[in-house]
Nanobody
């Protein structure tokens, strides 16, 4: 099973930026889509977007389109979530997850592995 470790979370002021990292390890990282999810307090977990080994990052969540960008560094086996123009509604625990898939256009349905999550708090 893949091991996924998120980092980069913390406290940021509204309007600020933050970059989260998801470091993946294991023998089959390149065969997996890797995506980002988030969960606000008292709400269900929602998918932010994903990347494939060969394609561009995709952002699904309408509320963050234009503000969040997903990228993947295959040499470092690391996926990034670049967040800008942050608002208090972006507060929550952010998780990365992996799922078998090799198409250029990633689609995540049932993740095979999850990271432990990293807390993002947007507040003044």
């Amino acid at each position: 099973q893949l091991r996924l470790v998120e980092s980069g979370g913390g406290l940021v002021q509204p309007g600020g930026s933050l970059r989260l990292s998801c470091a993946a390890s294991g023998p089959t990282v390149h065969y997996h889509y890797i995506g980002w999810f988030r969960q606000a307090p008292g709400k269900e977990r929602e998918a932010v977007g994903c990347t494939s080994n060969s394609g561009d990052g995709r952002v699904y969540l309408d509320s963050v389109k234009g503000r969040f960008t997903i990228s993947r560094d295959n040499a470092k086996k690391t996926v990034y979530l670049q967040m800008s123009s942050l608002t208090p509604e972006d507060t929550g625990v952010y998780y990365c997850a992996a799922e078998l898939g090799t198409q250029a256009l990633c689609v995540m349905t049932v993740p095979d592995a999850w990271g432990q999550g990293t807390q993002v708090t947007v507040s003044s």
